[in-house]
């Protein structure tokens, strides 16, 4: 796990040796045990590494093939490394490392850009090919690690976090007003834009190759539903339990201490227990709780502990919210509100006192149809059928207006789903999950700002994936939608950012690409069933989690967001909420923010998600964006 940047100097002198430097200063977090670069008349290479694998000089990168054509620099992890080193040998290749960055490079020499389909594993690199002029940069299938790249006018640079870009000379930092829109609808910018108008990011699944005559990108791959598989829950439960605990194995090889997060939900609890089958000595496992016992999960993640005899660590947030949250926002270098960031920093910085690897549950979600909101969404849908187009389009939206007018929480409810249901089901879904109602942001948004935007909507993403889905049903677009956007922008950064701030490494079992594509052959109806999530995951868990914990309503990593903005983070937030003038304020209307702000601190009204996302772009803005151009 570690940093990368760099930089073409194919038809632009965009920087030297110093400038490298740099960049690899600003993402000192992601690799502080050592680093390196490498220059010559086409590109420039950066490396921070983290050492997990092959702890040795031999492993620090860039990394040189043995014939010198070859220059790479490569965060993430290859899981099938040891396979596909070994079949090289057999084919006469001598490896001068324990690496699984050499496996790489041997691969590319052997098979050029099609190495990429043998790879197994969480990665972005940028591999210099001297032979064929070519840089060659590539991203995992799912996204767990991340690649921005800057490209204006023959200039291009890229890292694997923007603040990276940023070091280098002239680098623009115009705002681009749709991914404001997105953020404040989704609290993430989606892929492929960034907050920067000439700073985008790589899509998973793409690689791109960079020539003296442009840069052309393509996908590799892509998750299809369109097969699916007519075994039944039992023969696909065992199949399922089988790749997990391969997935789960081979995510256990490191150099360095290992260890896992566990929440006490069925994702994090399944992994511990397959870790605890594959291991000879007890697992460290680590849980973070809150005071608000509505929130905390501790004493389940305990009596998982307790079960498979862990090394557990717990630590409590109190009230230290305030103390750290400037500190952590500052690693997100576009805006990021995904409240579960707080206790992710925290149980990162909890695990990295015990291991420098942790393995986590995330993606059981996703691929098995977890959250509460395809719940709803079954609801919504059932609901929708038993009412005919017309009336829906006609009835419904000024039903909406009127629950509207009543200051009831039921209310506020009710005014979601007959909006909800007015719409298509795609629609719909974006209704349901948006973070702002249309109706709030006409109130907030200034008025030359919405002029500026013109008939751009947020739901665009999910409208587009949704189309773009190839499943049979509805739940299978609603899953291939979140992989694509939720998942990729939402989930995937916020572990990536946390833990890479900690240097800690994290990995998932459940987002190996053949978990996902052996999901996506799994019938809907296997994964979601008369209101149960995760059913097929569930039942292949049953030897090993409790059943009161197996079916347990699911809690998420979430925090006292209300609770917080009046009390703890009401001083903090007042600092960049009310005393500030610009940011946030250059695209919303400060009055109306502040009274969303003062009705939320009477109690009689709940604003603390949008308030959130405001204070959050608030912190980037400031940390990011140069006073100078504030005042421009």
């Known amino acids: 796990m570690c940093g990368i940047a760099g930089f073409s100097l194919l038809n632009h002198p965009e920087g030297n040796e110093a400038s490298l430097v740099k960049m690899g200063n600003a993402i000192y977090h992601r690799g502080p045990d050592a680093g390196g670069t490498y220059i010559d008349d086409s590109v420039g290479l950066c490396h921070r590494r983290l050492s997990i694998i092959d702890l040795s000089e031999a492993g620090n990168q ?15 992890e290859i899981y099938n490394f040891l396979e596909l080193r070994e079949t090289l040998e057999q084919e006469g290749v001598v490896f001068n490392s324990h690496s699984d960055t050499e496996v790489i490079l041997a691969l590319y020499k052997k098979e050029g850009v099609e190495c990429i389909h ?61 991914a404001v829109y997105d953020f404040f609808a989704y609290q993430y910018v989606p892929d492929p834009k960034s907050i920067f108008e000439d700073i985008h990011k790589l899509p998973p699944a793409h690689y791109m190759l960079v020539t003296k005559d442009g840069i052309k990108q393509r996908q590799y791959w892509d998750l299809s539903f369109t097969h699916t598989s007519s075994d039944s829950i039992e023969d696909n439960k065992d199949k399922l339990l089988s790749l997990l605990n391969e997935t789960t194995r081979q995510r256990m090889i490191s150099d360095v201490p290992l260890g896992a997060f566990l929440s006490g939900g069925v994702d994090s609890s399944g992994v511990v227990a397959l870790m605890a089958n594959n291991s000879d000595k007890p697992v460290k496992t680590c849980t973070i709780g809150f005071d608000n016992k509505k929130y905390n999960e501790a004493e389940f993640a305990k009596e998982i502990a307790q079960k498979y005899n862990t090394e557990h660590h717990e630590f409590t947030v109190h009230q230290n919210v305030a103390d750290r949250l400037e500190e952590i926002a500052q690693y997100f270098d576009e805006p990021f509100a995904d409240p579960s960031l707080v206790p992710t920093f925290f149980v990162s910085e909890l695990a990295r006192k015990e291991v420098t690897v942790a393995i986590a549950g995330d993606g059981g979600d996703e691929m098995f149809a977890g959250y509460e909101k395809y719940a709803i969404d079954d609801i919504e849908k059932k609901l929708r059928d038993k009412f005919p187009k017309k009336v829906r389009e006609k009835l419904f939206p000024p039903l909406a207006k009127l629950a509207g007018t009543i200051p009831l929480n039921i209310a506020k409810k009710a005014k979601s789903l007959l909006n909800s249901l007015s719409q298509s089901p795609a629609m719909g879904f974006y209704i349901t999950n948006s ?15 919405a002029r500026a935007l013109g008939n751009y909507h947020p739901s665009r993403i999910t409208l587009d994936k949704y189309e773009e889905a190839d499943g049979p049903d509805h739940l299978s677009k609603l899953l291939y939608t979140d992989i694509k956007t939720y998942l990729t922008g939402g989930i995937l950064v916020k572990v990536d950012r946390m833990s890479m701030a900690n240097h800690l490494e994290v990995r998932a079992p459940l987002l190996d690409y053949q978990i996902a594509e052996f999901a996506a052959s799994i019938p809907s109806e296997q994964k979601f069933n008369e209101g149960i999530k995760k059913r097929i995951l569930k039942e292949a868990l049953v030897p090993f989690i409790p059943t009161d914990l197996l079916h347990r309503k699911k809690m998420g990593f979430s925090v006292p967001l209300a609770q917080w903005l009046r009390g703890e983070l009401k001083q903090l937030s007042e600092k960049y909420l009310v005393d500030s003038n610009n940011g946030v304020y250059e695209y919303l209307k400060k009055d109306e923010v502040l009274t969303l702000w003062y009705e939320h601190q009477s109690c009689k009204y709940d604003h603390s998600n949008i308030l959130w996302s405001v204070l959050m772009f608030q912190m980037w803005f400031s940390t990011y964006i140069p006073q100078a151009e504030c005042a421009q």
Request: glycine share 8%; net charge positive; charged share 25%.
């Open 435 to 449: 973070q702002m109602t249309d109706e709030t942001w006409s109130k907030l948004v200034k008025p030359d700002v």
């Open 62 to 76: 860039p990394m040189f093939s043995g014939c010198g054509n070859y220059v790479i620099v490569f965060n993430g």
């Open 118 to 178: 043998r790879l197994n594993g969480m990665f972005a690199f940028a591999l210099w090919d001297k032979k064929q002029g070519q840089l060659f940069i590539a991203r995992d299938r799912l996204g767990k690690k991340p690649l921005y790249y800057f490209s204006k006018d023959g200039r291009f640079a890229f890292a694997s976090e923007i603040k990276a870009l940023l070091t280098l000379e002239n680098i623009p930092r115009k705002i681009r007003l749709d």
